[in-house]
């Protein structure tokens, strides 16, 4: 198992390329399974969890080619409709293939979903909306057992919450349902309009782009698309963080500002001073660190995916903050890490209050989940001495190249074996 040492205190200062979205990534790959026809995607990352739906696709029967950034999948031997509890336990994503899966062979067995422990993330909302459908669910033995006779039939279906996953599951399976489907209060997050961006490529009829109601009118079949994966806005969002906590300078390329509203105001609020271009974000700060309140919310809100990453540079401030967290119940774990950092954080149900003492120290500190690892990587390269971040493979899974990344604008980072 490795570990990543920083010795803090240094500024970023230079150029920092953003790759392709986790987020985005994930369920495209899957929708390739809706049709036999190839599907190129284009500024892929190259991270744990892409590997893992790609070896999970690959226990399908689907055949893939990955050249740089771009991959070609080919899922017209796809013949399996079991995604095993060894594949999926490590990834809540894998439960998108589920819609793909019964809308292409009529039936799929998966795994209940895994991954980072911040909460209960369950998939409800996926399986209504499957029923809906015309889809009879079985759970049994830690499997959902999914059947349809016949064709998927169009239906209405309304989301209590919205939920980005089961929205992009109830749009790859609808695609090809018979009839007009329409999603009331669906999520509106880029990724899920990078995901429609394909499926229309491939052929299908959606509506609403960008809202919270999607009207998808079936078809019989979808084709070969080429897409390009949107630039990470939570990668880009923890580079911006980590600038203004060090005091540094740079340039953030590859990357979408206008996924960031909310983040850009915070920071900004914060005391950074932020350039916006096309594609680039040039990010500086000469003052100090001043507190802003933050409650995460759904697209376009605040991101709980930067929530920790945020507090952490909250704890560099001289002031107060509160930081709320509505999406998921367990997402505090990074605090008593960054407590033993020097922070001063006192956790009240979903609130955190962060008194900011303007300072942190290195310590050795134990990862719990992939964005309270980030959290740790910004307080590391602030604090001063020596930080040691163990159990960093929860980083591996969302972040393309991290430590050469930060190597590269100034910072004192390597990785090593524990």
């Known amino acids: 198992m490795d570990k990543i040492v920083i010795e803090g205190g240094r500024p970023i200062q230079g150029e920092i390329t953003i790759s392709g979205a986790k987020n985005a990534a994930l369920p495209l790959i899957a929708a390739s399974l809706l049709t036999p026809e ?3 995607l284009l500024n892929v990352p190259d991270l744990r969890d892409t590997r893992t739906i790609l070896k999970l696709l690959q226990s399908l029967g ?3 080619k ?6 070609t999948i080919d899922s017209s031997n796809l013949g399996q409709h079991e995604a095993s509890y060894d594949l999926v336990k490590t990834m809540r994503a894998s439960v ?3 819609g ?3 809308a292409r062979l009529g039936r799929a067995k998966v795994s209940l979903p895994g991954g980072c422990a911040i909460g209960a993330r369950p998939i409800n909302f996926h399986l209504q909306g499957l029923e809906k459908l015309g ?3 079985d759970l049994k033995e830690g499997y959902v057992d999914a059947t349809v006779d016949g064709r998927l039939q169009g239906s209405t279906i309304y989301f209590d919450i919205p939920s980005v996953t089961g929205t992009e599951n109830i749009l790859m399976a609808a695609v090809l349902a018979k009839g007009t489907t329409i999603v009331k209060n669906a999520a509106k997050e880029p990724e899920i309009g990078n995901l429609i961006d394909m499926l229309i490529g491939m052929g299908a009829k959606i509506e609403g782009r960008d809202t919270d109601k999607l009207v998808i009118h079936g078809v019989n079949n979808l084709k070969s698309s080429s897409i390009a994966t949107i630039p990470d806005r939570i ?7 980590a600038v203004g906590a060090t005091g540094g300078e740079a340039t953030i390329t590859n990357c979408n500002p206008a996924h960031l509203p909310s983040l850009l105001e915070k920071l900004r609020g914060a005391g950074l001073h932020i350039k916006e271009g096309a594609n680039t974000l040039h990010v500086s700060r000469k003052g100090p660190i001043r507190s802003v309140d933050v409650k995460t919310m759904p697209y376009p809100g605040f991101p709980t995916d930067l929530q920790a990453q945020i507090m952490a540079l909250m704890t560099l401030s001289n002031g107060l903050s509160v930081i709320n967290e509505t999406i998921f119940e367990n997402r505090f774990m990074h605090v008593a890490e960054l407590c033993r950092m020097g922070a001063d954080i006192r956790v009240d149900g979903n609130s955190a209050i962060v008194s900011g003492k303007g300072r942190l ?6 990862a719990t989940d992939l964005r309270a690892s980030a959290s740790l990587v910004v307080a590391g390269l602030a604090a001063q001495g020596i930080t040691e971040i163990s159990r960093v493979y929860h980083l591996d899974r969302g972040y393309d190249d991290l430590v050469g990344k930060l190597a590269r604008v100034g910072v004192n980072i390597r990785r090593e074996k524990e």
């Open 361 to 366: 120290s290195g310590a050795p500190v134990m």
């Open 135 to 137: 889809v009879k669910i």
């Open 235 to 241: 990668e880009t969002g923890t580079y911006l963080i």
């Open 62 to 64: 689907v055949t893939w």
């Open 38 to 40: 190839p599907q190129t």
């Open 100 to 102: 793909p899966l019964i």
């Open 66 to 71: 990955k050249n740089g950034t771009t991959l």
């Open 96 to 98: 998108l293939v589920l």
